[in-house]
């Protein structure tokens, strides 16, 4: 029967009163941590939830109630006192070395493979020392028997192993890493997981695609992320022989450098590729910060060039259907004039001038259509004319000192921009003008804009006094920056 032995009040004294005031000790610690949103709060949330209880049992068996550290319960229990040291050191040690880390440290480029790799090893050394000291077991004969087990494990297992070793292999190497995105087969995709087992590849389509390490260390794949993130892609576009082709060059390479995805260095290059029996071909080549912004920068650019060529007079060939008739969608040109003058005459600036003034206004001016986020005046750019609004919506970006920019206004159908080449000559946009969605404009130009206003100087009027609301709001976002 177990007794209590007289050395042992001390420790007894200890457990009553050491081991709750260490709890309270290290609650308020915690709570403390926690407050501050400190990652330290997670070890020390093991040491008082597992360690500190595991090591007061331990005492409580081997000191206070004299069990041999030989028998069953109290090596069960200096083993649970082990595993709880291991667990939260290397909580600890993950908490030290790669929580919150720096994205350019070196901390941040480790892979996670080697992080679970190095776990590994150090759980080993743990159990080997957990079982030699606690268990007085014999590591050789330990080590020989697992030699000849692992033998028939390796057997069994050849090709999780062989997944395993390649991935070792990938982690030394480093073809890829998180966020590549990789070429293999007929699959494009980003690679968001690295494993022991696989590679996990999320695709363009949004579906995960499982590829082996062994596929991958064995087999061909291109890494469309290296060796820089500045990825080109090339375009190929038709333009008819009756274009100049330095005109269309200048228009395709201007489109290219107000892409967002396309970087300045190395600059878009356009080139004249062959002359054939109806067409000229031109290719383009256009550079991102990576493959992700290059698939935007080629739809962008894909979706703007159809806009550019019609606002310059620029024809692209299309394939002659042979017996398929084509119904135009379109209005006649009569009803779009027609929808044009109830916009101008809704426009509060012309509601007060008479129909044929506003046919002539319509008869000179220019329709211009504008892709989605495509900039249609440049802050500092000069005005051609005053912009009407047909269809769509643009914004009213402004650029403080550092070139940043600020929304500071929506234009709807009816609404103008431009104003200020109404009044005075040779003005340059104090904003940058750019398309909400799909954009037509008319565009009245200013000889146009000069001959109406002799005509009516209330016209003029109105046009100032809206150009001093416009000053006044440029004004006041200025302040506001």
Same mark, same amino acid.
Request: charged content about 20%; some cysteine; hydrophobic content about 50%.
């Given at each position: 029967? %177990?007794?209590?032995?007289?050395?042992? /009040? &001390?420790?007894? !004294?200890?457990?009553? +009163? @050491?081991?709750?005031?260490?709890? $309270?000790?290290?609650?308020?610690?915690?709570?403390?941590?926690?407050?501050?949103?400190?990652?330290?709060?997670?070890?020390?949330?093991?040491?008082?939830?597992?360690?500190?209880?595991?090591?007061?049992?331990?005492?409580?068996?081997?000191?206070?109630?004299?069990?041999?550290?030989?028998?069953?319960?109290?090596?069960?229990?200096?083993?649970?006192?082990?595993?709880?040291?291991?667990?939260?050191?290397?909580?600890?040690?993950?908490?030290?070395?790669?929580?919150?880390?720096?994205?350019?440290?070196?901390?941040?480029?480790?892979?996670?493979?080697?992080?679970?790799?190095?776990?590994?090893?150090?759980?080993?050394?743990?159990?080997?020392?957990?079982?030699?000291?606690?268990?007085?077991?014999?590591?050789?004969?330990?080590?020989?028997? %697992?030699?000849?087990?692992?033998?028939? /494990? &390796?057997?069994? !297992?050849?090709?999780? +192993? @062989?997944?395993?070793?390649?991935? $070792?292999?990938?982690?030394?190497?480093?073809?890829?890493?998180?966020?590549?995105?990789?070429?293999?087969?007929?699959?494009?995709?980003?690679?968001?997981?690295?494993?022991?087992?696989?590679?996990?590849?999320?695709?363009?389509?949004?579906?995960?695609?499982?590829?082996?390490?062994?596929?991958?260390?064995?087999?061909?794949?291109?890494?469309?992320?290296?060796?820089?993130?500045?990825?080109?892609?090339?375009?190929?576009?038709?333009?008819?022989?009756?274009?100049?082709?330095?005109?269309?060059?200048?228009?395709?390479?201007?489109?290219?450098?107000?892409?967002?995805?396309?970087?300045?260095?190395?600059?878009?290059?356009?080139?004249?590729?062959?002359?054939?029996?109806?067409?000229?071909?031109?290719?383009?080549?256009?550079?991102?910060?990576?493959?992700?912004?290059?698939?935007?920068?080629?739809?962008?650019?894909?979706?703007?060039?159809?806009?550019?060529?019609?606002?310059?007079?620029?024809?692209?060939?299309?394939?002659?259907?042979?017996?398929?008739?084509?119904?135009?969608?379109?209005?006649?040109?009569?009803?779009?004039?027609?929808?044009?003058?109830?916009?101008?005459?809704?426009?509060?600036?012309?509601?007060?001038?008479?129909?044929?003034?506003?046919?002539?206004?319509?008869?000179?001016?220019?329709?211009?259509?504008?892709?989605?986020?495509?900039?249609?005046?440049?802050?500092?750019?000069?005005?051609?004319?005053?912009?009407?609004?047909?269809?769509?919506?643009?914004?009213?970006?402004?650029?403080?000192?550092?070139?940043?920019?600020?929304?500071?206004?929506?234009?709807?159908?009816?609404?103008?921009?431009?104003?200020?080449?109404?009044?005075?000559?040779?003005?340059?946009?104090?904003?940058?003008?750019?398309?909400?969605?799909?954009?037509?404009?008319?565009?009245?130009?200013?000889?146009?804009?000069?001959?109406?206003?002799?005509?009516?100087?209330?016209?003029?009027?109105?046009?100032?006094?809206?150009?001093?609301?416009?000053?006044?709001?440029?004004?006041?976002?200025?302040?506001?920056?």
């Amino acid at each position: 029967m %177990l007794s209590l032995q007289p050395n042992s /009040i &001390g420790w007894v !004294l200890a457990l009553v +009163l @050491g081991f709750p005031l260490a709890m $309270i000790v290290l609650g308020e610690l915690i709570l403390r941590l926690e407050r501050r949103k400190a990652q330290l709060a997670a070890p020390f949330e093991i040491l008082r939830q597992w360690v500190l209880p595991s090591l007061a049992l331990f005492i409580a068996l081997v000191e206070v109630l004299r069990i041999p550290r030989s028998e069953v319960f109290a090596r069960l229990s200096e083993t649970l006192l082990w595993i709880t040291i291991i667990y939260a050191a290397l909580t600890l040690l993950n908490v030290v070395l790669f929580t919150g880390t720096q994205a350019d440290s070196w901390q941040a480029k480790v892979p996670q493979l080697l992080r679970d790799v190095g776990r590994f090893v150090l759980v080993c050394i743990g159990a080997a020392i957990v079982l030699s000291t606690v268990w007085g077991a014999n590591l050789g004969g330990l080590l020989t028997a %697992l030699g000849v087990g692992s033998l028939v /494990i &390796g057997l069994a !297992l050849q090709d999780s +192993l @062989g997944n395993v070793f390649s991935g $070792i292999a990938l982690l030394f190497e480093q073809p890829i890493k998180l966020g590549d995105w990789i070429h293999l087969e007929t699959v494009r995709g980003k690679v968001v997981e690295i494993n022991w087992r696989s590679v996990h590849i999320l695709t363009a389509n949004n579906d995960l695609m499982v590829v082996p390490n062994a596929l991958l260390a064995k087999g061909n794949f291109t890494n469309l992320s290296r060796p820089t993130g500045v990825r080109g892609d090339r375009l190929c576009f038709s333009f008819a022989c009756d274009d100049p082709p330095e005109k269309v060059m200048q228009v395709l390479l201007d489109l290219a450098l107000e892409i967002e995805d396309v970087v300045a260095d190395p600059p878009p290059e356009i080139l004249l590729d062959d002359y054939g029996d109806y067409a000229i071909s031109y290719g383009v080549r256009l550079f991102s910060p990576d493959y992700e912004s290059g698939l935007r920068a080629v739809q962008a650019f894909k979706t703007r060039i159809w806009y550019a060529a019609r606002r310059h007079g620029l024809t692209m060939p299309l394939p002659v259907l042979v017996n398929a008739p084509f119904e135009s969608r379109q209005l006649p040109p009569e009803k779009q004039q027609g929808q044009q003058l109830r916009i101008l005459q809704r426009t509060p600036c012309f509601a007060g001038l008479a129909t044929p003034l506003l046919e002539a206004i319509l008869e000179r001016s220019v329709l211009l259509d504008y892709a989605a986020q495509e900039r249609v005046l440049a802050q500092g750019a000069p005005l051609p004319g005053l912009f009407l609004i047909l269809e769509g919506q643009v914004t009213l970006i402004l650029e403080d000192l550092r070139g940043r920019p600020r929304t500071i206004g929506v234009l709807s159908v009816g609404e103008l921009f431009g104003v200020k080449a109404s009044l005075l000559s040779d003005q340059t946009s104090d904003t940058s003008i750019q398309a909400v969605d799909h954009l037509r404009v008319l565009m009245i130009d200013t000889e146009t804009l000069q001959a109406t206003l002799e005509q009516s100087p209330r016209l003029a009027q109105d046009l100032g006094e809206l150009m001093e609301l416009r000053r006044r709001a440029i004004s006041s976002a200025r302040q506001q920056a």
